[in-house]
Nanobody
Framework: QVQLVESGGGLVQAGGSLRLSCAAS????????MSWFRQAPGKEREFVAD????????AYADSVKGRFTISRDNAKNTVYLQMNSLKPEDTAVYYC????????????WGQGTQVTVSS
């Protein structure tokens, strides 16, 4: 059974940092792109960042570029999202997703982890 399990969310003050983790299990993800999305209350889910598991190539939304860093640990089958200089507008539920066709469709999703940034 494929599972993506996010952790690391919480409450932080503006300007602070958090690191989210996405532990992947149940299959080999070497051909997948691993992505982070977020959804704020009343808003649509939006792309945050992704990483190609095999090559390490990364991409970011403009809104987080320079503040967030996505990375992976092949040995632990885990993807991370390091979030620095957090802003109240970063408040959302953050989801991890795995895709064979990035930006087209996503094969697996995690359950999400809440990030709240206070001003």
């Amino acid at each position: 059974q494929v599972q993506l399990v996010e952790s690391g969310g919480g409450l932080v003050q503006a300007g602070g940092s958090l690191r989210l983790s996405c532990a992947a299990s149940g299959r080999t993800f070497s051909n997948y792109a691993m992505s982070w999305f977020r959804q704020a209350p009343g808003k649509e889910r939006e792309f945050v960042a992704d990483i190609r598991w095999s090559s390490g190539y990364t991409a970011y939304a403009d809104s987080v570029k320079g503040r967030f860093t996505i990375s992976r640990d092949n040995a632990k089958n885990t993807v991370y999202l390091q979030m620095n200089s957090l802003k109240p507008e970063d408040t959302a539920v953050y989801y991890c997703a795995a895709s064979l066709t990035p930006y087209v469709g996503y094969n697996y999703w995690g359950q999400g982890t809440q990030v709240t940034v206070s001003s």
